[in-house]
């Protein structure tokens, strides 16, 4: 069988293509960023593809010869009308393509709760997307399918995961709204033993099938859950108002900050329930509990770390880049130029050359600040800080060495200033 697997970046692809890849099929990893595909399972091959600009035409050569197409396709959030172009235009061209193309069998991932009762943008661009499909052969006797709608995914490299983790590593854990907004997570792994299942599945199959985990749970169970897995002692809960949630889901669909967004909080804060019978004839079992799912990866230090900086890495770029911003406004006239200038005589600038050094060095601050204010290369942005903290303090040393002993440690603090900026880097250069 030859199996095109779209979005196969994502969390979920990245499980499957590592399910799939010992296998007798020929699996295509297909996606935006092909070489980043071929990195991740270099013995596989790829196919450059954008749901958010390819049509139905686009589509139909990349799809002969291939028998069963898996459109992981999502997005978290909205951002330049992404549902509309991703979620549902680009996947019903995708989904005409395979009609025409001759493709056996189509598996779509949607959410749960898109259906009538589905309130946000997610859920509306999901659904028409999952109705186009379903409309197209609704016995499946051409082009077998099946809507997957997963309840929250709980596993190694998901967003919502790292989500709760960060709930769960800090030192008093943090609870969602009132605690008891309720889901019924799922783990990766049943997710992706469901899809094997289907993948092979003899019969014809046309229906949508909801994935859920066996019980329902409160968003404070899973961080509970999850704070078990770390091996992290009990410790009561520490409320996050609905206020701040809000604050945090708007400034992430601005910023693009992490996995809050608008959407992903209403639907928790909506819940998140469904019915697993249908799954289990599927599956031939029930999915498994949260905690028997996750002590079958047993956490590691490295998750614990992970999960304790998560929410660290947005509050230390801010902070560095304050510094940098205030540095870059205070000598640009609010510390007296004429002791700016006295700081520069021993280097041999004084008149035009000590102006031009530093407003120059002033605007670079203030440039480098904003830069990482706006997330834009913060990795490059913090190389190119090194470098210049390391030629300050190279120029201090030489023709200014006594301020190495001002009591407020002027300089000394440079080397806290740099031990953060490389945390920073790392951290940026992982979420990037």
């Not at 049509?55 to 999502?74: F, Q």
């Not at 190389?383 to 040393?397: D, E, K, V």
């Amino acid at each position: 069988m030859r199996i095109l697997i779209i979005g196969a970046g994502g969390f979920v692809g990245r499980h499957l293509l590592a399910r799939l890849m010992d296998g007798n099929d020929t699996v295509i990893a297909a996606g935006r960023n092909p070489d980043r595909l071929r990195r991740l399972f270099p013995d596989m091959p790829t196919m450059e593809c954008d749901l958010g600009r390819d049509t139905a035409t686009d589509w139909r050569p990349r799809l002969a010869g291939i028998d069963t197409v898996i459109n992981l396709a999502g997005l978290i959030r909205d951002g330049a009308g992404g549902f509309d172009a991703v979620h549902e235009q680009g996947a019903k061209a995708l989904f005409d393509a395979c009609l025409a193309a001759g493709v056996r069998r189509v598996i779509q991932f949607s959410a749960l709760g898109a259906d009538e009762t589905g309130s946000s943008r997610y859920h509306h661009s999901k659904k028409a997307a999952d109705d186009h499909l379903a409309a197209l052969d609704p016995t499946g006797h051409r082009m077998d399918w099946a809507i997957l709608r997963p309840s929250l995914i709980i596993g190694h490299g998901g967003a919502s995961t790292e989500l709760f983790l960060a709930l769960a590593a800090a030192p008093l854990p943090l609870r969602l709204g009132s605690g008891t907004w309720r889901v019924q997570p799922i783990h990766v792994d049943d997710v992706i033993d469901v899809i094997v299942r289907l993948l092979h599945r003899s019969e014809p199959f046309a229906r949508r099938l909801d994935l859920t985990g066996p019980v329902p749970m409160t968003t404070d169970g899973i961080t509970l859950a999850l704070r078990n897995w770390l091996s992290l002692r009990p410790a009561p809960f520490l409320p996050l108002p609905r206020a701040l949630l809000m604050l945090g889901a708007v400034l992430g669909d601005r910023f693009g900050l992490g996995p809050a967004s608008r959407d992903s909080l209403a639907m928790l804060a909506a819940g998140n329930v469904g019915d697993d019978g249908p799954m289990r004839d599927i599956l031939g079992r029930p999915a498994r509990a949260l905690s028997a799912a996750l002590a079958r990866h047993p956490a590691v230090a490295a998750d614990r770390w992970r999960a304790r900086l998560l929410l660290l890495a947005t509050p230390l770029r801010l902070l560095l880049a304050a510094i940098w911003i205030w540095t870059g406004v205070v000598s640009l006239g609010l510390y007296p130029v004429a002791d700016s200038y006295a700081l520069l005589a021993p280097l041999g600038l004084t008149g035009m050359s000590a102006g031009m050094a530093l407003y120059t060095g002033a605007a670079l601050d203030l440039a480098l600040g904003l830069a990482l204010l706006c997330r834009w290369r913060p990795v490059a942005v913090g190389t190119i800080q090194l470098a210049l903290m390391a030629g300050y303090t190279i120029l201090i040393s030489l023709y200014l060495p006594d301020l190495w002993l001002h009591p407020f440690g002027a300089i000394t603090k440079n080397l806290a200033v740099v031990g953060a900026t490389l945390a920073m880097m790392a951290m940026e250069a992982e979420n990037g």
